[in-house]
């Protein structure tokens, strides 16, 4: 079976797409700088609010955001996890992924109008890529 790993410094950059609850955010692990897309899984019936994520730079988000990349094309070959934030402290594990059968929507291209903070998201990578990452940076916004 699989072992968990706590991560505590997992941070909110911003929502990509909000269907009235964020389904797809950006993170950043603080302790390395790597950005991650976490995807809300959809169930129902289920107390705690699980994700799927996996480690993205920042070219591909530019992709999506910008409509040349799909959600499930940042997820091919890599290594996923699952996972879930428990007071703000995300408990997660290796997924094993059949890539045909990621749990997202059909619809998986970046829409604009369920991007609240596309305008964030594009500073935040301005910034990223002006060697911040290599700075040690630190967002203030908790994952929260």
Request: charged share 25%; net charge negative.
């Given at each position: 079976?699989?072992?968990?790993?706590?991560?505590?410094?997992?941070?909110?950059?911003?929502?990509?797409?909000?269907?009235?609850?964020?389904?797809?955010?950006?993170?950043?692990?603080?302790?390395?700088?790597?950005?991650?897309?976490?995807?809300?899984?959809?169930?129902?019936?289920?107390?705690?609010?699980?994700?799927?994520?996996?480690?993205?730079?920042?070219?591909?988000?530019?992709?999506?955001?910008?409509?040349?990349?799909?959600?499930?094309?940042?997820?091919?070959?890599?290594?996923?996890?699952?996972?879930?934030?428990?007071?703000?402290?995300?408990?997660?594990?290796?997924?094993?992924?059949?890539?045909?059968?990621?749990?997202?929507?059909?619809?998986?291209?970046f829409d604009p109008e369920f991007c609240y903070d596309k305008v964030k998201v594009k500073v935040f990578l301005r910034k990223y890529r002006n060697g911040l990452q290599n700075s040690g940076f630190k967002t203030a916004v908790s994952a929260?």
């Amino acid at each position: 079976m699989n072992q968990a790993k706590i991560i505590t410094d997992m941070y909110l950059v911003a929502n990509l797409q909000d269907y009235g609850r964020p389904y797809v955010s950006l993170f950043i692990d603080r302790d390395t700088d790597m950005l991650y897309i976490f995807v809300r899984i959809l169930e129902e019936n289920v107390a705690t609010t699980n994700y799927i994520f996996v480690h993205v730079t920042d070219a591909e988000i530019s992709d999506y955001i910008n409509r040349r990349k799909s959600l499930k094309a940042m997820f091919y070959g890599k290594a996923c996890s699952i996972g879930h934030f428990d007071n703000g402290i995300l408990i997660a594990s290796p997924y094993d992924v059949n890539y045909s059968e990621l749990p997202i929507v059909e619809e998986d291209s970046f829409d604009p109008e369920f991007c609240y903070d596309k305008v964030k998201v594009k500073v935040f990578l301005r910034k990223y890529r002006n060697g911040l990452q290599n700075s040690g940076f630190k967002t203030a916004v908790s994952a929260n």
